[in-house]
């Protein structure tokens, strides 16, 4: 079955660069029309897409964010990373990430990894 | 890209229907039908109910419906169950390739 489990830092300095790592199982980042995207959710709010990967090496950013966002892949080790620059307190977020299909939908989530930006 | 238009809230009585809409643009809901909805519990991930408008993954209740109309989707629930108190988000691909999500709806029974 598919899993994914998201990890990295639960506590970030404003402007440093967050590094958040989904490492997956199930399926293969390799196989044609599969995508691992980034989602993120501040407490309380509603969810806000960040970026996609798919098998290919696309990329796909969130416009309001793209300045700040890179996501890259390593297949052989099943991982997705997602790196955030010049963090913000308004940055505080569970962050998720999901398998997708070309247009969607995310139909498999991780669990979510809270990220608390704070001095 | 703005995020899509939910109610912030939604109640009904057991067994009752209740029906969430989400209105996007030309440029999202309107333009394809690759319309998703998710249901989420406090402190757990969202979990797929509908996608591609109107369409169930296997396991969910057939209790759940979805469709479409212009720029607006719609997130039928029937027969409420206690159950069915969550949050509802909708989702939609886009004409620039990238995927927005709705504001999110509270769903409360009575």
């Known amino acids: 079955q598919i899993t994914l489990k998201e990890s990295g830092p639960t506590l970030v300095k404003p402007t440093q660069t967050l590094t958040l790592t989904c490492t997956f199982s199930?399926?293969?980042?390799?196989?044609?029309?599969?995508?691992v995207g980034w989602i993120r959710q501040p407490p309380g709010k509603a969810l806000e897409w960040l970026a996609l990967?798919?098998?290919?090496?696309?990329?796909r950013y969130s416009p309001s964010l793209k300045s700040r966002l890179t996501i890259t892949k390593d297949t052989s080790k099943n991982q997705v990373v997602l790196t955030m620059t010049n963090m913000d307190p308004v940055d505080t977020a569970t962050y998720y990430c999901?398998?997708?299909?070309?247009?969607?939908?995310?139909?498999?989530w991780g669990q979510g990894t809270l990220v608390t930006v704070s001095s | 890209q703005s995020a899509l238009t939910q109610p912030a809230s939604v109640s009904g009585s057991p067994g009752q229907s209740i029906t969430i809409s989400c209105t996007g643009t030309?440029?999202?809901?309107?333009?394809?039908?690759?319309v998703s909805w998710y249901q989420q519990h406090p402190g757990k991930a969202p979990k797929l109910m509908i996608y591609?408008?109107?369409n169930r993954p296997s396991g969910v209740s057939n209790r759940f419906s979805g469709s479409k109309s212009g720029n607006t989707a719609s997130l039928t629930i029937s027969g409420l169950q206690a159950e069915d108190e969550a949050d509802y988000y909708c989702?939609?691909?886009?004409?620039?390739?990238?995927?927005?999500f709705g504001t999110g709806t509270k769903v409360t029974v009575l």
């Open positions: 999901a398998h997708v299909l070309i247009v969607g939908p995310f139909d498999y």
């Open positions: 199930g399926f293969s980042l390799s196989t044609s029309g599969v995508g």
């Open positions: 990967i798919y098998w290919n090496d696309d990329k």
């Open positions: 030309s440029s999202d809901v309107g333009g394809y039908n690759y």
């Open positions: 591609d408008v109107s």
């Open positions: 989702s939609s691909y886009t004409s620039s390739s990238s995927f927005v």
